[in-house]
């Protein structure tokens, strides 16, 4: 079989992958559609996303002033992780290489008045930019591109000093394969077969390793489902799906 994974000069991406998150964008905000498990997920993971960002940059016990932190999604697809911190106020970015992903987030927000700054491009472009930013969000995408050490190194790269890196990831572990991919893509089929490849599961300790010396490790933690209720909940468990995030020194 052809492989379409390409890595080209800076070009990190997956044509297959691409392909199949364009037919999926259309579905990702739809709560009574058949992703409504993954949605309740995002819902889950979004809530210790913003518990970090007002950890890190709270002012006491009050939350941090969001209009004056700049955000960006890196992977932002159909905007759910992007679209609820710009409606905090942040300043938000949000980049994917899915094109109809980009164009169903800006109509998404467009419909729900909310201001995000949605781009088709790559990370590797952002840093020839220059750019750095308070919060750098990679949630649930490294997973799916061919050099995961390079798009580790360019998140971290755009974190300003003092900011944060928030990433979220599956582990590479004989649990996460039963739950992720047999359970949640061929018996519950929550996701189409062929969402994941559990060989391009990180481990925790690898993304340490990739991050570099610039950056400690602030918090992690593990999301497990609970099938009866349909709710995601955080576990000290990092076996499966799991979130970290890192400070950058200043």
Known sequence: MLDKSKK???SNFSEQEISRFDALAESWWDPQGKYKTALEFNRARLNVIKAQIEIHFGRGN????YSALSIIDIGSGGGLISEPLAKLGAQVTGIDAS???????KRHAQNTGVKVDYQHKLSSEVVEEGRQYDVVINAEVVEHVPDQQQLMRECASLVKPGGLLILATLNRTLKSYVVAIVGAEYVMRYLPIGTHDWKKFVKPSELKSWIGNEFTLKYQVGMRLNPLKGEWLTTSSLAVNYIQTYSKHK
């Not at 009050?62 to 002033?65: F, Q």
């Not at 094109?99 to 987030?105: F, L, N």
């Open 62 to 65: 009050l939350p941090p002033d």
């Open 8 to 10: 080209t000069g800076d």
């Open 99 to 105: 094109a109809v992903s980009v164009e169903v987030a």
